[in-house]
């Protein structure tokens, strides 16, 4: 097979394997310790993994460098054969359209526009046209996650279909790598249990590596490995 061959075993958009993690440290003005400092840590493609730690411990950290949305100060932070602390802002913010699927605590929704369209505006954002397909894709994630009527406006939704337009939303592109910042947080115990559940199987069934950062003692307990930061370092 010539070597430029695409192989149906490939991972998809080009797409990171495996997570690994060197002599990370960020530093913020006025904090005598790093918000975070670690020495390594590797993730496997696929992995379903918690990140767990008090108020302050540095999650949020670890997760603006991992998605890319904050640069490393110091280290080395690869995933697959992309070290994302080499790469401007605008190469980041493009590896991460690619690449990862957000869903965070406060959904990051637009009012005004249909739980459809919300799935599609990052595509949308990204390039001047939809690419073939998107449309239905997009159809079947929101049929997937339970919400049916698929044109009401976000801004009348309940707070647990809103979490799940953005679990839709976050696979739309099909990305190697899903983060969840608290997903569950500002939601009610059932709404929250659904969108754990979805989380959970939406990954698995794509293959994708999930990180999810969460107080939620049900969702940690459904998650194969646990990691715990604190004062910015991981514990064994
Ligand atoms: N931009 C910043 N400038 C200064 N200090 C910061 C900045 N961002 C985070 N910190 C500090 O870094 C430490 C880790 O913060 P981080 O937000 O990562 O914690 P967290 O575990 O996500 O907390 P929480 O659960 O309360 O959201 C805290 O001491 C915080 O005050």
Do not use: C, Y
Request: net charge neutral.
């Amino acid at each position: 097979m010539p070597p430029d061959t695409p192989r149906s075993d490939a991972p998809r958009s080009g797409a990171p394997r495996f997570l690994r993690l060197r002599a990370v440290e960020q530093r913020f003005p006025g904090l005598d310790m790093p918000a975070l400092a670690i020495a390594a840590l590797d993730i496997a493609a696929g992995e379903q993994v918690a990140v767990m730690g008090p108020s302050g411990s540095g999650k949020t950290t670890l997760i603006n460098l991992l998605t890319g949305l904050e640069r490393v100060g110091q280290g080395s932070l690869i995933w697959g054969d992309t070290d994302l602390a080499t790469l401007s802002e605008g190469a980041r913010d493009r590896w991460r359209a690619a690449n990862v699927g957000l869903v965070m605590q406060d959904f990051h929704l637009f009012p005004g526009l249909s739980a459809l369209e919300n799935v599609l505006l990052p595509q949308r954002l990204a390039r001047l046209v939809l690419p073939a397909g998107a449309q239905a894709e997009a159809g079947r994630l929101l049929a997937r996650v339970g919400i049916e009527r698929q044109g009401q406006a976000i801004e009348t939704m309940s707070r647990g279909q809103m979490q799940r337009v953005a679990v839709a939303r976050a696979l739309a592109v099909r990305p190697a790598i899903i983060v969840a910042d608290e997903p569950t947080a500002s939601l009610d115990a059932d709404s929250g249990a659904a969108v754990a559940q979805l989380l959970l199987e939406l990954a698995g069934e794509s293959g994708a590596t999930l990180l999810v950062a969460t107080h939620d003692a049900a969702l940690v307990a459904r998650l194969p490995r646990v990691l715990r930061l604190e004062s910015g370092r991981l514990k064994d």
